[in-house]
């Protein structure tokens, strides 16, 4: 197969975890026999440096010329501690998301047996978990009107859904809990806000098309006690942008670490894979970044956009050896890693290609 992929590294730790998982799609080319070029591209402060433009005309045109995004993060403290600044590095990726489509953002949330220590909540709570988010990505609050009034003084910033940004969203979710164990959680805050009401009427309505799914309702604060409290109650879990934000940053903790979430993004056209962790500024430079996220994202690629599950597999194998024997990155270590088993961004990732 051949395959023309773009690389988007962006800001901060993005650009050590792609550079790894790059090497990982190079290998898995030469392994299966496929034929994969390459491209690369600027965002967020990356781009801002270079052309005064956190996304440059040109990766959008780059991204839709190619088969599918291998993307990394964006940010820099620089604008966190600047809430005046007009120019952001984040513009960059919610950018990228509306111009290319990318509505549905799915972010598997699985817990590698190896990892049931590095967590902070308790193994038997755990073990087992298999969560799968889908978070709508190009609406809400996000995307909404917002500004200033009151000279200044007052700051707004308005949540809006349609009927058809919903129910697009809800149909991939639908169709994935019918392929796994038949279960939909739909997240809102249908008791308060008006856009959630639209939300579960939407869902509510299409649940009949889907009798076969089971589908619970659950309010976002509600969701945030449940999912640490009982995370293998939930199976696939339907969440609006913000809340999906939020919930999947919490359950990341189930997984282990930031560190350890992928996520592709799709929609009408090409599909974006990226760790769901930021720029991590705190440990730039530093090889300290695990790149297993970014290499899952990889994995996610293979299997969502070119249709190679044996490819994705045999990443998420070589990841599942590399934990068995032992290694971890400093943010998945537990009481039990000893400094020789370790390892920073670059040997945790030649690890995961020797096992491929
Ligand atoms: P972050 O995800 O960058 O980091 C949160 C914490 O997790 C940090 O302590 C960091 O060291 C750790 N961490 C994250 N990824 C890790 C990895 N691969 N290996 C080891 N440790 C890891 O979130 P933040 O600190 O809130 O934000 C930093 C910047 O990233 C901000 O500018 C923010 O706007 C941006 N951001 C970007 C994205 C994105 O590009 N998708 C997502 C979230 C935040």
Not at 87 to 116: C, H, M, S, T, W
Not at 235 to 260: K, P, R, Y
Request: net charge negative.
């Amino acid at each position: 197969m051949k395959k023309h992929i773009l690389v988007i590294p962006g800001d901060g730790i993005g650009q050590e975890v792609v550079a790894v998982s790059k090497q990982v799609v190079e290998k898995i080319g030469q392994k299966f026999g496929h034929e994969f070029s390459f491209d690369y591209a600027l965002i967020g402060h990356a781009a801002i440096e270079a052309t005064g433009n956190p996304l440059p005309d040109e990766t959008i045109e780059k991204s839709k010329a190619s088969d599918a995004i291998l993307f990394g993060a964006v940010g820099h403290p620089k604008y966190d501690n600047d809430p005046s600044a007009k120019v952001r590095p984040e513009q960059g990726l919610l950018g990228i998301r509306k111009a290319l489509g990318l509505y549905a953002n799915l972010r598997p949330i699985k817990l590698f047996d190896e990892l049931l220590g590095a967590s902070s909540i308790r193994p038997e709570v755990l073990k087992g978990a298999d969560i799968l988010f889908f978070r709508e990505l190009t609406g809400d609050i996000y995307f909404g009107e917002k500004g200033r009034k009151d000279n200044g003084n007052t700051a707004y910033d308005i949540a809006q859904y349609s009927r058809y940004e919903v129910e697009r969203i809800a149909r991939k979710a639908f169709e994935a809990a019918r392929t796994r164990s038949k279960k939909l959680c739909s997240v809102d805050k249908a008791n308060v806000l008006e856009t959630s009401r639209l939300w579960r009427e939407v869902v509510q309505a299409m649940a009949s098309e889907y009798p076969d799914v089971t589908v619970e309702h659950q309010f976002v604060d509600s969701m945030a006690m449940l999912l640490i409290k009982d995370p293998r109650r939930f199976d696939v879990v339907l969440t609006a942008n913000l809340f999906g934000d939020i919930l999947t940053d919490e359950a990341s903790q189930i997984a282990g670490s930031m560190g350890m979430l992928a996520s592709a993004s799709i929609g009408d056209t090409v599909g974006l894979y990226e760790p769901i962790h930021g720029s991590a500024h705190d440990i730039t430079g530093k090889g300290l970044a695990n790149p297993l996220a970014s290499i899952l994202s990889a994995a996610l690629m293979f299997e969502i956009s070119f249709g190679l599950k044996a490819e994705s597999e045999a990443i998420v194998s070589a990841v599942d050896g590399v934990l068995k024997a032992g290694f971890r990155t400093r943010d998945i270590a537990d009481t039990h890693t000893g400094p020789e088993k370790t390892l920073g961004t670059e040997a945790m990732g030649a690890e995961v290609l020797r096992r491929i």
